[in-house]
């Protein structure tokens, strides 16, 4: 089915410092943009209202280009799951739907699946699943949180 992937990590972290990195704008900066040719794009987090209807803007800088990720958080159950509405702006690509859920494998480690689906051809579905890789390489790295980072 070329509307659909799903990519599956396990990272060395809870389930709350996982959802964590979602949800607080501070976090989220440090890994959501996908590496370039020139190294990892900078994510700044222009909006994030990380409650049901609320919305995102994410922009993500590149030596040569920005682009921006938008859309509208439809369930937030804190460590468990995310679902999102996917968009950008600009680009005549249809808006899609993001899920993340979170199982514990443990207390220190949790199985991070995303899902993310609606994408109108095979073409569009393999460049973001590239991007969507390089981000979760990146939030492997970002979690887990350091004691004391609010």
Do not use: K
Not at 46 to 58: Q, Y
């Amino acid at each position: 089915m070329s509307g659909r992937l799903q990519l599956t990590r396990v990272l060395r972290a809870s389930r709350a410092e996982v959802y964590r990195a979602w949800v607080e704008p501070a976090l989220l900066s440090q890994w959501f943009a996908p590496g370039g040719l020139d190294g990892p794009m900078a994510a700044v987090v222009a909006e994030l209202d990380a409650t049901a209807g609320g919305r995102f803007r994410i922009e993500m800088h590149g030596p040569d280009r920005v682009n921006v990720a938008v859309g509208t958080f439809h369930e937030l159950s804190p460590g468990e799951r995310l679902v999102f509405s996917w968009a950008w702006e600009g680009w005549a690509v249809p808006e899609t739907t993001v899920r993340v859920e979170l199982r514990a494998l443990g207390e220190a480690e949790t199985e991070l699946t995303l899902t993310h689906e609606g994408f109108p051809d095979a073409v569009v579905r393999d460049r973001h699943s590239d991007g969507w890789g390089q981000m979760l390489d990146r939030l492997a790295g970002v979690v887990p949180l350091e004691r004391g980072v609010a």
